[in-house]
């Protein structure tokens, strides 16, 4: 047999895919240097291959400030609450649209579709939550997007999937449905209860359009909510509650390029080390997704 | 005779099935319980939005209320429809979905096949979890990053550019008109194509085997394989793929446009969705963003049933 040489194609799509990773591996490393800079190297900028003179004391200051640790309480209250309340509930639907003997059960899974296609858009929506009272509530976080159509169509289909048999010998012996559900379906469910609880949390980790809209306190705002309000509107206050503070702004310790990075990753952190771990139970969730959809 | 005697019995077993439903809420009644949740939610959050729209014809005033307010008929889409600012958001929208449909569509199909040819693992599955790392991160998070490195002034793409490759001058990625769409789709394709490549990626691994070894045996290049097995294997997948953002081209990508535009760049930048958002929310102008909102929405539904229909038809599959 002979011996298959490196051809140029080959080469070049090597080439090409490390390319692409690079850009994505130095723009992250290039802000972690960005992150660990003293002002002076910060603020003259150019890419930044290897930390120079690091110093921490731009995660000192983020660390210091009080937005962001409210910022991380607040995320982990919506994160925490909604996935519990929305994955339970979702699911729960979904069981009962998964019998075919529900009473009219085509024109419930066309109510619930339909929401996908249309909607009333932004301010009929945001006024409903307003009039509702829950501006400024961590409910306003939660509820306005409580079920997902999609999800719920995805879960659906698996519990479709289920034996019904041992369901009726259940019945027999006497189950209640919600018994059956939370005792026999939910725990046969674990691949699809995961792999959409982890889609929620992301969600919710991600979310900062609701925050925006919703929530003027800033003692609710999330963490989204904190790092726009400091990298794109660049309000100085928030890091910076007091004016000797922003005096220290100037001085040679801290640069806002630096500080901004450092945000930046005090905010990302969680996923960035979550992601090694739970990538693959999202790839095999979109797999989930396109099966018979 | 027979035909409308069919027809009728057809018409009655519908009305029987129909009725049966109301007695059937009762006899699972355990299961009408737990299904309530979803229905007031769907009907408090979905549907009374929609019942919302309304304010589309009326001059809405928040002292006076939805059903207070004044009918104005059309008043709110002519008003909208002359303004310049409108007509520039829709131009924007389209724009920028074209060219993300253009370029951001073919890439994670040249991505997969790209990968398809890796014959180290380690290497496969080193770049398939960076790549799909940024999918993770939100829009607030990457405006954050790249603000920073394309920053006109010190920004690392800049000083590459400047260093490397000897520009004189340094580029406003998001401060230009000339830069920002060109910015857009670029920022979009790094954070999505790793991610949508997964689709294709997963289409190719189901493609039988025997098929490549016939071929090799046949005497196949690796190119003829991938131009002769692999692109045919992928071409439904491809055409419903591109059906479907054919559907979605009204959403030219909020969370992206809005972290990342700002006043100088509105010329290019400003889209339906950012538009909606400053008039409605910023402006107060409630019945005019929900005329836009709604034109947007009718046109969106047209298109996305419209080419889901048609995704159906074409291949058995469709979103739902």
């Keep these: 047999m002979k011996r298959a040489k490196p051809s140029f194609g080959k080469l070049l799509i090597y080439l090409m895919l490390t390319l692409l990773s690079a850009t994505i591996v130095i723009a992250f490393w290039h802000l972690l240097n960005l992150s660990l800079s003293p002002s002076y190297i910060a603020t003259k900028g150019g890419l930044l291959l290897y930390p120079k003179d690091a110093t ?17 309480k607040n995320t982990l209250i919506r994160t925490v609450i909604g996935t519990v309340l929305q994955l339970f509930f979702t699911s729960m639907g979904a069981y009962v649209l998964s019998k075919r003997f529900f009473p009219h059960r085509t024109f419930w899974t066309l109510f619930i579709v339909f929401t996908m296609f249309f909607s009333g858009g932004l301010i009929p929506s945001y006024l409903v939550v307003k009039n509702l009272g829950l ?24 519990f479709q999937s289920l034996p019904e048999e041992i369901e009726e010998s259940c019945l027999i012996d006497g189950a209640g449905r919600l018994r059956i559900f939370l005792q026999f379906v939910l725990p046969l469910s674990k691949p699809i209860l995961a792999t959409v609880a982890l889609w929620l949390v992301v969600g919710h980790w991600n979310s900062w359009f609701d925050v925006l809209i919703y929530i003027s306190d800033d003692t609710k705002f999330t963490l989204q909510i904190v790092l726009r309000r400091i990298i794109i509107t660049g309000s100085k206050e928030i890091l910076d ?10 001085d040679s310790v801290v640069s806002s390029e630096g500080l901004k990075a450092a945000c930046i990753y005090v905010t990302t952190l969680p996923i960035l080390c979550a992601y090694p771990f739970v990538q693959k139970f999202f790839v095999k969730g979109i797999m989930i997704g396109s099966l018979k959809g | 005779m027979t035909v409308s005697g069919a027809r009728t019995s057809r018409q009655q077993s519908a009305l029987r099935r129909f009725a049966y439903g109301f007695t059937g809420y009762k006899k699972h009644l355990a299961l ?10 769907f009907i408090i959050f979905k549907y009374v939005p929609m019942a919302g729209i309304v304010i589309a014809f009326k001059n809405y005033k928040i002292s006076q209320g939805i059903f207070g307010s004044a009918w104005v008929g059309l008043d709110n889409f002519t008003k909208a429809f002359s303004t310049p600012t409108f007509a520039r958001s829709v131009k924007n929208t389209l724009a920028i979905s074209g060219l993300k449909l ?43 990053m790249f603000q920073q490195l394309l920053s006109p002034n010190n920004g690392a793409v800049n000083a590459v550019l400047r260093d490397v490759f000897g520009l004189q001058e340094s580029i406003y990625f998001l401060g230009s008109n000339k830069y920002f769409r060109g910015t857009l789709i670029v920022t979009d394709i790094w954070k999505n194509v790793g991610w949508s490549s997964i689709l294709y990626l997963a289409t190719i691994s189901g493609i039988d085997p025997a098929l490549y070894e016939a071929a090799t045996v046949d005497g196949a290049t690796r190119w003829q394989c991938t131009r002769y097995i692999t692109i045919p294997s992928l071409v439904s997948t491809i055409v419903v793929m591109l059906i479907l953002s054919i559907g979605s081209i009204m959403d030219a990508g909020f969370d992206q446009v809005f972290n990342l ?33 709604l034109f947007k929405n009718v046109i969106a539904f047209v298109l996305v049933v419209g080419t889901n229909l048609i995704a159906r038809r074409l291949s058995g599959e469709g979103i739902w």
């Design chain 1, 56 to 72: 921490l004391d731009n995660y000192a200051r983020v660390i210091d400030n009080r937005y962001i640790w409210m910022g991380y």
């Design chain 1, 135 to 158: 501006l400024n509530t961590y409910a306003s976080m939660i509820l306005p997007g409580f079920i997902s159509a999609y999800n719920l169509v995805i879960m659906r289909n698996y």
């Design chain 1, 241 to 250: 509650t007091s004016a000797a503070a922003n005096a220290a702004e100037m």
């Design chain 2, 32 to 41: 009408t319980l737990m299904f309530l949740p979803v229905v007031v939610y």
């Design chain 2, 102 to 144: 253009l370029f951001g569509f073919p890439a994670p199909i040249i991505l997969a096949l790209m990968l398809n040819e890796v014959t180290h693992a380690r290497f496969k599955k080193t770049v398939q979890t960076i790549s799909y790392l940024p999918h993770f991160l939100s829009w607030v998070v990457l405006a954050g």
């Design chain 2, 261 to 293: 535009y700002n006043s100088a760049v509105y010329q290019t930048g400003d889209i339906i969705d950012t538009y909606v958002y400053r008039y409605g929310l910023g402006d107060m102008k409630y019945s005019l963003a929900t005329a836009v909102g």
